[in-house]
């Protein structure tokens, strides 16, 4: 059985099922006890890696600290190359371009620049729909695998 930092949680390699303390996770009341009898198939798919040091985050708590922070009100704006490569969704705002004083064709190209409140904002849109998508597969497999056990 598996307890140690796993939130009153176990294993039982016997009965192949999760077992917990009765104070534990009252709504999980239903899946107690329990058998996963494709346990082993689940894990070859699935497998059991998890970041598991100080610096470990879930995505709820990627989305906590999206949520939690401020744009930086003295954050220059980004500059890079616009290669035109998967930058359909974000917004840019172009500065328009110098002339040249000299008369040789060596002008540089005006790169695009865009805000970090705005990235940050895109970024965190594209997180919520993954998360969201993740828990949508999450919910499907759960159907399909109790399917499965009836």
């Not at 954050?75 to 040789?104: H, K, M, Q, R, Y």
């Not at 970024?123 to 729909?129: C, D, G, I, Q």
């Amino acid at each position: 059985m598996l307890y140690g930092s796993t939130s009153g949680f176990g294993w039982d390699n016997a009965k192949q099922c999760v077992v917990a303390d009765n104070t534990v996770h009252k709504d999980a009341a239903p899946f107690k006890e329990k058998s996963f009898p494709h346990f082993d198939d689940l894990l070859v798919v699935f497998g059991k890696d998890r970041a598991t040091g100080k610096d470990a985050v879930t995505s709820a708590d990627v989305m906590e600290e999206l949520n939690r922070s401020e744009p930086d009100e003295n954050a220059n704006d980004i500059e890079f190359e616009d290669d035109g490569v998967g930058l359909e969704g974000i917004n840019f705002s172009t500065t328009p371009a110098t002339e040249a004083t000299s008369t040789t064709r060596n002008r540089k190209r005006k790169r695009k620049s865009f805000k970090a409140e705005n990235f940050i904002g895109e970024v965190k849109e594209l997180s919520t729909n993954l998360v969201r998508q993740i828990g949508n597969s999450f919910d499907r497999l759960s159907q399909t695998i109790e399917r499965g056990f009836y």
